[in-house]
């Protein structure tokens, strides 16, 4: 049997009667002085490969050194090297496609198609791939969705729709991982397919379609992990309606893809061949991993993360006007950082936990989450067994609030364990209300999701103890217009630091929990990733 998960409300009860760690165990002086010293200009902005990345991390080191820790990368290091790999499409890509009568036909890159090679290699040669519509392309059990049906497609090129379905079943407002391009990939390459083809409404004359056309033949950084597919693709409305009459379908039938009674439909007759490399510049980074070995299940982990990186300066933004060239990243992230390390300073001051707990610094989150990617495609400690990822990325910096928001509220019981301890505090987990921004999926908690690890990150909160919703909300709209991204970003002595230091220790003691406990938190029901957790429900056994 799988361990039960506690009550939300014993949770609270533990702690209370344990006595955990108070709010003035964690200093804001200490936090203030520690987001400086990595966010003066002498760290040039903390860019991945650059010496600003070589400062921040051998800062990060000497202070875990000094406070005791273990090197918690691989093969006893403290370093995980994090490959970047940039990937430039080579002019001269070629593409056909032949239907039932068996005349092949040319297609015209960047009017009819545009195609770039996937991963490994940079290369793709695939000669008359059968063709299949998927819809949207989603495989969605706890939504009673399933676009893929009883369809094998086995080394077959699978075409699909953008986003996801509109209405209550995905979510509503605020969007699932489902409607990602990056889902569909994953998708399509888990069920065998050799290339993905993205359906974009109108002609080749509409702006989607040039939006897409520039960003295909434009570089791009890939994920570690991506799906190994042999190419990806986008065509435009004209080319599918002659697949679809070559093929002989019912365009009616066609139209039923947001319906939830869609099933994946062979374009039979109709096969695809296609030629695309692109050139491979690699950037070496590094995340940094410190641990705590647990006294009883060391092989079991908690991980808090957040991310060194920023953006540079001059160099890597020459554009930026006004003499101030540097974008020294205080607030994002070295105030994360800094939080993960004083969390860390909490448990070092106690006993050791049952549970290991390794706290990760993740590089290059600002292209993409890098980072954080590339430790879930090669942990160093088994994604099956780690309990959770606690993610920090930007401090609050107000006064006490009375509410936490967290990203993706509603997706597994990390945020009912935090209700319970916020509770006796007269505090609330709140969803973080601006759903447009998918906040979910953008931040270094979001690849521990993906691979179905429960992960949670708190927000800033806007319900301020002393001014209330109105006064919070317009005082951090205006703080992250002036500052998020901007040189402007540098570390101030008038921070108010009092939500951070409240906030970052329900977070300890939410870790502190999971780390002496034997259960395990789990997702919700509804969650698109409660699937790609279960099927490794057997190591937790």
Do not use: C
């Not at 939300?8 to 987001?35: F, K």
């Not at 998927?134 to 699909?160: H, L």
């Not at 906030?503 to 300890?508: D, E, G, M, P, R």
Request: aromatic share 10%; glycine share 10%.
């Amino acid at each position: 049997m799988l361990r039960k998960m506690i009550s939300g409300a014993a949770v609270a009860a533990v702690l209370l009667a344990t006595g955990m760690a108070s709010a003035q165990d964690i200093s804001a002086a200490r936090l203030s002085e520690n987001i400086r010293a990595i966010s003066t200009d002498e760290f040039q902005g903390r860019y991945p490969g650059t010496e600003g990345e070589r400062m921040v991390l051998s800062w990060l080191q000497a202070q875990y050194e000094a406070m005791g820790f273990q090197p918690g990368g691989p093969n006893g290091q403290w370093l995980q090297p994090v490959e970047l790999k940039t990937y430039t499409p080579v002019a001269g890509a070629t593409a056909s496609w032949t239907g039932p009568d068996g005349q092949t036909r040319p297609l015209t890159p960047g009017t009819d198609i545009v195609v770039r090679a996937a991963t490994n290699d940079g290369r793709a040669s695939i000669r008359n791939a059968p063709v299949v519509f998927a819809g949207y392309g989603i495989s969605a059990p706890e939504r009673q969705w399933d676009d893929y049906g009883d369809v094998d497609v086995r080394g077959m090129v699978v075409v699909v729709v953008p986003g996801e379905p509109e209405g209550d079943r995905f979510n509503g407002a605020y969007v699932t991982n489902y409607q990602a391009a990056q889902y569909k990939a994953d998708e399509a390459f888990r069920r065998g397919a050799v290339g993905i083809v993205t359906l974009m409404p109108g002609d080749a004359s509409s702006n989607v379609w040039q939006a897409t056309l520039r960003g295909a033949t434009s570089a791009r950084q890939m994920t570690p992990g991506a799906a190994d597919l042999e190419f990806s693709a986008a065509i435009n409305h004209d080319l599918a309606m002659a697949w679809a009459t070559a093929a002989g379908l019912d365009m009616t039938a066609l139209s039923s893809v947001g319906s939830g009674s869609f099933k994946a439909t062979p374009l039979n007759g109709v096969t695809l061949s296609v030629d695309a490399s692109s050139t491979i510049q690699t950037l070496v980074t590094h995340n940094l991993l410190a641990r705590i070995p647990g006294t009883e299940h060391p092989d079991e982990t908690v991980i808090y993360s957040a991310h060194w990186d920023h953006v540079g300066g001059e160099a890597q933004h020459p554009e930026t006007a006004g003499d101030d060239k540097i974008f020294n990243g205080a607030w994002d992230n070295a105030s994360g950082t800094i939080g993960v390390l004083e969390v860390a300073r909490q448990f070092k001051a106690g006993p050791a936990p049952k549970r290991s707990v390794v706290f990760a610094h993740m590089a290059a989150e600002e292209m993409g989450l890098m980072g954080a990617y590339g430790y879930a495609a090669n942990p160093v400690y088994p994604l099956e067994t780690t309990v959770a990822d606690i993610n920090i990325d930007m401090l609050p910096l107000s006064g006490p609030t009375r509410d936490i928001p967290i990203f993706g509220k509603g997706q597994n019981d990390l945020e009912d364990r935090l209700q319970a301890l916020a509770a006796p505090l007269g505090r609330y987990v709140s969803d973080d209300g601006m759903p447009e921004q998918n906040f979910y999926y953008r931040s270094d908690h979001f690849p521990f999701a993906r691979m179905g690890v429960p992960a949670i990150m708190p927000w800033h909160g806007w319900d301020w103890v002393d001014g209330g919703r109105a006064a919070g909300e317009a005082a951090w709209r205006a703080k992250f217009a002036a500052d998020y991204h901007r040189p402007s970003d540098e570390w101030s002595a008038d921070w108010d630091l009092t939500s951070a230091v409240e906030n970052l220790t329900l977070l300890y003691r939410l870790g502190l929990d999971l780390a002496n406990s034997s259960d395990w938190p789990g997702w919700k029901p509804t969650s698109e990733f409660a699937a790609v957790r279960a099927r490794s429900d057997a190591a937790r056994q």
